[in-house]
DNA sequence: ATTAGCACTCTACAATATCGAGTGCTAATT
DNA sequence: AATTAGCACTCGATATTGTAGAGTGCTAAT
């Protein structure tokens, strides 16, 4: 059973008067839009059938409609006009993002910061994934008598630490040892490939190093794991009170109450499982708290691997074509600077924005 | 000229009166306390003497009255009870800060977390500061074609790094006899003093080096002072809500917005000036849009050097007591965690908490 | 010097009225 | 058969009014 053209027609201009306005879509105001040809009446029965079907609501009886999480699918999926950015937005984020680029965190921040602010909404960045990066050195460092620090380097910038504990008698020199024979054994390899070599290799040779190896990559791995969560970058959380849903306060406390518990948001931005873009509506989102907001994540690349997740969070009423277009120039636009900060030699790099392909969630 | 026994009674009632309910106090309710012995109208005649000396407001005239900063500024230097915390309490912060000992930031986020918790206030915490820590070793390491990344380690457990572009013909070895060499020169030294002796040091010898360790090492200071910014960790913005002076959205909204420009946060953390207690209230702050806010700090250390600052913001009307009490608790608590972690042969510290000396600001 | 008494002020809150945008239904029109 | 005009009705938003309560300053009595 398939909508016809007509109603099609009028939800969308619901959905985008929605969206401008804030306020539920009256039959009266619809029919005064110049492209309407029809009368209010016509138009309250047509409405009556989409609110029947799931894709209208109603706040109380003598109020407009409001589009649903299903409306919204349907705007997403075939309704909504896909947009671009202008030639200055582009420029302002290109700029804004091009003065960042001697640390990775901070095109992460910057990241987050630029997205925010050109969708006016809150953004989430997932800093890159140990998982799908190589260690270029492991360098443990003491720093007093019994504590060391083991600094693990990885090919896409990122640098982690974790403080362990050493026997006050193990000199420098000998950690130094440690530390280029484990790298000489696990350099550009991926964490979890490296825990295994040093199992598997150690287990022969080299006796009295393989269980501090073991030891310490394994202290390495469960406190990489368990600060997983902290690996979420906000931008823009005040953001949520430019939205009229939020100006109840109690609202917005519970919205930034989420915010604080970075598990969850670590948990939305994963699940976008390598998707180019995906967008999830309302009740789409696995998490209850979610079921008033929308989620719009898309992945960058570092060499050219999807190797994190960032995206834009809000109530469900948002400009979903002007984020989606933000995401997309975003995205283009870290991988080149990634590309060009980490790979400058390849220059020949594909065109990976504006594409066709977006894999929309569900 | 100064205030009268009776006064001070009074006034000091007045403030406790109000820090617990937030309403305005009147002399009816005011003089119903057992403690006060004296008529409504007494007490009305005291306080219109107190509003013209500049110790009480009214926000109308059929309101109570509420304390003034002046008011405030009296009561935490001389009115208030010290209180301390309860076994519970103490127990529930050290619990909570031995579980994170693994990681210096994880210390320094547990810290913000169950500071904002007990004090149902924002936190700030300002990581260990650079200047006074000490270097413990630089690793250069490539990443890709002509990029390194510079690793700093400090006895702190602080690891910075820093993205840097090298001619790509340069040898992974090289840099390493370059870090090594670096390492050798700046080990145990401040970063300030590392780069004078970079400087003086590689004038004669090793010119092939010299202007290669300059150039990095200023990048690496200018890249770390860029940054100093980002070094606020936040805990509990959502608390503000808790607080019925911010039910309005409005000003909810300014207070995030200023959470989020971290420079200013960071002048608020480092205005403390290395005393060990510090207390602003309302316009005492050097930043207007503090005005209706106050801020307490106290200090931290690493091996017994005060190496960073916390404390928390919120409206002038707060808890002092308690807080100074929670702060005080916090303090020692970190410096043994520290102490322990870091330097765990010294075990004679000296008992650092709820000591007399607090240097409160102004 | 202290207090009782009193007229006055101002906010918060509840009750009430009004307006306007929107609806569903029915009957007339195309 | 589809569309539209007309109409009675609903409901939230807003303004108006009245009332209760907590507080004040002033004056006169203690």
Chains 1, 2 share one sequence.
């Not at 109690?250 to 499982?273: G, V």
């Not at 209850?288 to 898309?298: F, G, Q």
Request: hydrophobic share 40%; proline share 3%.
């Amino acid at each position: 059973m398939s909508i016809s053209k007509r109603k099609l027609m009028i939800l969308k201009a619901i959905i985008d008067d929605y969206i401008m306005t804030g306020t539920p879509v009256g039959s009266r105001t619809l029919a005064k839009r110049e492209d309407m040809h029809i009368s209010p009446a016509t138009i309250r029965n047509e409405m009556a059938d989409l609110e029947e079907e799931g894709y209208l609501e109603q706040p109380h009886t003598s109020a407009g409609r409001t589009p649903s999480d299903k409306a919204y699918r349907l705007y997403v999926d075939t309704l909504m006009n896909v947009s671009t950015l202008n030639a200055e937005e582009i420029e302002f984020l290109q700029h804004y993002l091009n003065t960042k680029v001697n640390q990775v965190n901070n095109v992460i921040e910057a990241t987050a910061q630029v997205l925010s602010e050109m969708t006016n909404l809150t953004s989430l960045v997932l800093v890159p994934q140990l998982e799908k990066t190589e260690i270029k050195r492991i360098q443990i460092v003491k720093i007093s008598l019994n504590k060391a620090l083991v600094v693990l380097i990885f090919n896409t910038g990122t640098v982690k630490d974790v403080l362990i504990t050493v026997p006050s008698e193990m000199e420098d020199s000998h950690l130094e040892n440690i530390s280029n024979w484990l790298t000489e054994l696990v350099v550009n390899k991926r964490l979890e490939e490296a825990m295994k070599q040093v199992k598997y290799f150690a287990k022969g040779d080299l006796k009295e190093h393989k269980v501090f190896a073991e030891q310490l990559l394994g202290a390495v791995l469960k406190n990489l794991h368990a600060q997983a969560g902290k690996d979420v970058v906000l931008g823009g959380a005040k953001n949520i009170f430019n939205h009229p849903e939020y100006q109840n306060v109690d609202k917005a406390k519970r919205f930034l109450a989420l915010l604080e518990t970075k598990d969850t948001l670590y948990k939305i931005l994963a699940a976008n499982n390598d998707m180019e873009f995906t967008i999830r509506i309302g009740r789409e989102n696995a998490i209850p708290e979610l079921k008033n907001m929308s989620v719009i994540t898309a992945t960058y690349r570092i060499s050219n691997e999807k190797i994190g997740t960032f995206g834009v969070i809000g109530p469900t009423r948002m400009d979903y074509a002007r984020i989606l277009s933000v995401l997309h120039c975003m995205s283009s636009s870290m991988n080149e600077i990634f590309m060009h900060s980490l790979e400058p030699e390849d220059n020949n790099y594909e065109n990976n924005g504006y594409g066709s392909n977006n894999g929309k969630g569900k």
